[in-house]
Structure formats: structure tokens, C-alpha cells
């Protein structure tokens, strides 16, 4: 069974500073998808950035970077120069593409963004 | 931009009610989905539906049930609501695409029922 973990239940940064948020998983699978979705106080929650597990380069959206390690299966998600509207709930969220549908999130890590 | 709305913001029903929980989206989207969301144990998939009149079970079904009679809205149903069941519903959507060697499939959310069973 595939589980996605989040051990940073909250975290804060300062404006400007950079920030990672960690993300690990496991899966026998070896094609599939990793995503960062942002859930912003009282607001819907969307798609930060997503990695294909096939493709070796980082993604990469503006100040949101992500480091994927797929020997390790690791995901961690960097913020660059911090602003305060990056304050949500973020989480990492895992998609299988063969077989039964899965898509699987972790608990999320609470970021806030001092100013 | 998708949109996806749901019925109700907040939602306050007593033990025992039979409740609705409604999810509209307007780009086609053959998929759509139900989470709970919880905190402490992130969002759990109560149900998805990939066509019209199709559902599948996620993975905390027990005391729920869906309907999906048109492609752009799918209904979360509590047959008989209970206390445990107070949470925040997520609703989602999403188009799979068939991009070079795999697939993707984004999912839009919409902003949430909070409900509360008394």
C-alpha cells in the first residue's frame, strides 16, 4: 500500500527566507505522480506544483521549487523569498497510474509566514 | 479558470438526519471526487465517480453513499448522520490527459462544507 508522510505538522518562516517542507512516501510502483497542493485560511485549495516520477529534473513554478529523490522517495518542496500570502496548509499528495485508482494525501505541514 | 462550487459553506444538522452535500463544476470533467478532512489525518477519499451514473469506493466509505445523475455535479449523501461524522467535506474534480508516455490529472477543489452534527 502506498502512504505519504508529512513529519512537519507546522513550520514557520520569515518573510523573504527560504523554506523547505519535506515530504517522503512509499510505493512499489515506479510510474507516477507527485504533487504539492496549498490550502490558504478559509480558501480552496490548489495545485502548487507536480513532478512526473519518470522524469529526472526537478520541477521547478516560479518561487516554488521541489527536490525529488526517487531512490529515497523523498519530495520536499522549497519556497523561495517567503511572501506573506504563503501562509496555508500544504500538502503532499502521491498518484499512481497503473491499476485501481490512488491518490493519496499526507497530513499536511502548516506554514505561516512571519513578517 | 475550473470552478467548483459546493452547496453549503457550513452546515449544522442533528444526529440522525439524512444529509446532502452537493458539488458542482463546470469544465467537463469526467472525475470528481469526496474527501473528509481532518486534522491530524489529512484528506481521506470517501467516494470518486470517473462517469456519469459510476462510483467507487475510497477509502472511508462506511455511512456515506454518492450520486452522480449529470457529469458537472456529484452528491454526498449521510443516509442517517452521526456525531463522528462532523468534518470538513472537500469536493474535487479533475480531466485526466494523456500527456507523452503517462498521465496527469490535477485536481481542482472547492472551498468546502463544514458541517457539524449535534
Known amino acids: 500500500a502506498q502512504t505519504v508522510t508529512q513529519s512537519q505538522p507546522e513550520m514557520s518562516v520569515q518573510e523573504a527566507e527560504t523554506v523547505t517542507l519535506s515530504c517522503t512516501y512509499d510505493t512499489s510502483e515506479n510510474n507516477y505522480y507527485l504533487f504539492w497542493y496549498k490550502q490558504p485560511p478559509s480558501r480552496q485549495m490548489i495545485l502548487v506544483i507536480r513532478q512526473e516520477a519518470y522524469k529526472q529534473q526537478n520541477a521547478t513554478e516560479n518561487r516554488f521549487s521541489v527536490n525529488f529523490q526517487k531512490a529515497a522517495k523523498s519530495f520536499s518542496l522549497k519556497i523561495s523569498d517567503s511572501q506573506l500570502g504563503d501562509t496555508a496548509m500544504y500538502f503532499c499528495a502521491f498518484m499512481k497510474l497503473s491499476g485501481t485508482y490512488k491518490y493519496i494525501f499526507g497530513t499536511g505541514t502548516r506554514l505561516k509566514v512571519l513578517a | 479558470d475550473v470552478k467548483v462550487t459546493q452547496s453549503s459553506r457550513y452546515l449544522v444538522k442533528r444526529t440522525g438526519e439524512k444529509v446532502f452535500l452537493e458539488c458542482v463544476q463546470d469544465?467537463?470533467?469526467?472525475?470528481m471526487f469526496w474527501y473528509r478532512q481532518d486534522p491530524g489525518l489529512g484528506l481521506r477519499l470517501i467516494y470518486f465517480?470517473?462517469?456519469?451514473?459510476?462510483?467507487e469506493k475510497g477509502d472511508i466509505p462506511e455511512g456515506y453513499s454518492v450520486s452522480r445523475e449529470k457529469k458537472e455535479r456529484f452528491s454526498l449523501i449521510l443516509e442517517s448522520a452521526s456525531t463522528n461524522q462532523t468534518s470538513m467535506y472537500l469536493c474535487a474534480s479533475s480531466l485526466v490527459v494523456g500527456l507523452a508516455g503517462g498521465f496527469t490529472d490535477t485536481q481542482y477543489f472547492g472551498p468546502g462544507t463544514r458541517l457539524t452534527v449535534l
Open positions: 469544465m467537463d470533467h469526467e472525475n
Open positions: 465517480s470517473y462517469d456519469v451514473k459510476m462510483k
